[in-house]
C-alpha cells in the first residue's frame, strides 16, 4: 500500500497488519491508513460484501457510498462509511476502504479523515486504497 511521505509508519506493526499516520491532526483527528487481516477462505468480492453487511449493522456506522471496483487483479468494493463515537465527547470520522482476500486471508485496508477533512483527503483516500495489493 502506497502512503503518502509525509505521513509516518506505527512502530511495532501487528503481524499482518500495517498502520501509517498523518502527523498533522484535523479536529483532533489524525488521518490514517492501516491494514488489517482475518482467514476468510473465498474470493475478494464475497469479502467486501461480507464487509459491507457487518458495516450496515453497526450502530455507530453509516455507509455512505459503495462501488464496484477491480483493485490488484480483483473485483471488490470500494465503501465509504462514516463512524460516529459512542461516548462523548462525540467525534466523527469517514472511512474508505477495500477488500481483498488471498490463500485464506481476508485482507481490508482502510483510509480515515475526520468527518469534516475527508474531502481534503479524499484524493490520497483514493490513492492509497487503489494502491492495495496483497501477495498471490
Known amino acids: 500500500m502506497a502512503i503518502p ?3 509516518k509508519a506505527a512502530d511495532g506493526q501487528p503481524s499482518g497488519g500495517f ?3 498523518d502527523l498533522l491532526a484535523v479536529d483532533g ?3 490514517a491508513a492501516n491494514v488489517s487481516t ?3 477462505v473465498g474470493d475478494s468480492y464475497a469479502y467486501a460484501r461480507a464487509g459491507e453487511l457487518g ?3 453497526r450502530r455507530n456506522v453509516t ?3 459503495e462501488r464496484e471496483e477491480i483493485i490488484d487483479g480483483d473485483p471488490t468494493l470500494i465503501i465509504e462509511a462514516r463512524w460516529t463515537s459512542p461516548t462523548p465527547p462525540a467525534s466523527s470520522y469517514r472511512t474508505m476502504q477495500v477488500s481483498l482476500s488471498s490463500h485464506g486471508v481476508g485482507y481490508v ?3 480515515a479523515a475526520a468527518t469534516s477533512a475527508f474531502e481534503r483527503y479524499r484524493s ?3 490513492s492509497v486504497v487503489r494502491s492495495f495489493a496483497v501477495e498471490r
Do not use: D, N, Q, Y
Open 38 to 40: 482475518e482467514p476468510f
Open 5 to 7: 511521505s509525509t505521513w
Open 63 to 65: 455507509v455512505e457510498g
Open 29 to 31: 483527528f489524525h488521518a
Open 109 to 111: 485496508a482502510t483510509c
Open 19 to 21: 498502520t501509517a499516520s
Open 124 to 126: 490520497m483516500c483514493e
Open 55 to 57: 458495516l450496515r449493522h
